[in-house]
């Protein structure tokens, strides 16, 4: 075995990664993340960080720190703006105090992907003109809706089309 440092030695440490798996909960819109416990330093892995990427770029402030245990449940209902409802995720373990050459070690584990369901509200009515900007437009509203396959139409009694837009934040303001 040839260590760190490129010298041979005869034998090595056993290692154990950390192996992350996360469970979509989209009834709370929470996901799930459970992972094993890093193993054989010389320091005890005291720590966790849990790193999101949402629409595929990654944040580099992790978004849970200082976890001690091997599970953190990620509250997504507040992400409204998240296209498609796709999440990315990974744990970073942060060795602790008692190496035995006073260094301390992180390790990344595998990354995984939650996806959460789009979730639509279509309002019953709506007030043109009105100052109140919450009603004066007629959209469809929800969280982790894709802009890319999304059209909305609107159709009069007869069948004719009144309005049409491929933007999610784009209404009908009854014209």
């Known amino acids: 075995v040839v260590d ?82 796709t999440f990315h995720y990974y744990v970073m373990a942060i060795e602790g105090p008692g190496n035995i050459y006073s260094i301390s070690d992180s390790a990344r584990s595998n990354e995984v992907v939650a996806l959460q369901n789009p979730r639509v509200y279509v309002p019953g009515a709506f007030r043109p003109g009105s100052q109140d900007a919450d009603v004066n437009v007629f959209y469809p509203q929800g969280n982790f809706i894709s802009e890319k396959d999304y059209q909305f139409i609107v159709y009069n009694r007869w069948g004719s089309i009144v309005f049409e837009s491929g933007e999610i934040y784009k209404g009908w303001d009854g014209t």
């Not at 010298?7 to 989209?26: A, F, I």
């Not at 094993?36 to 770029?57: A, F, H, K, L, Q």
């Open 4 to 85: 760190s440092c490129g010298v041979e030695v005869l034998t090595s440490n056993l290692g154990k990664t950390v192996h992350l798996q996360v469970e979509s909960n989209t009834a709370d819109l929470i996901n799930e993340l459970t992972w094993t416990d890093y193993g054989d330093w010389s320091g005890v892995p005291t720590s966790y960080d849990v790193y999101r990427s949402m629409d595929g770029v990654w944040d580099p402030t992790p978004i849970a720190t200082g976890i001690s245990g091997t599970t953190y449940d990620d509250p997504v209902d507040v992400l409204t703006d998240v296209s498609g409802g």
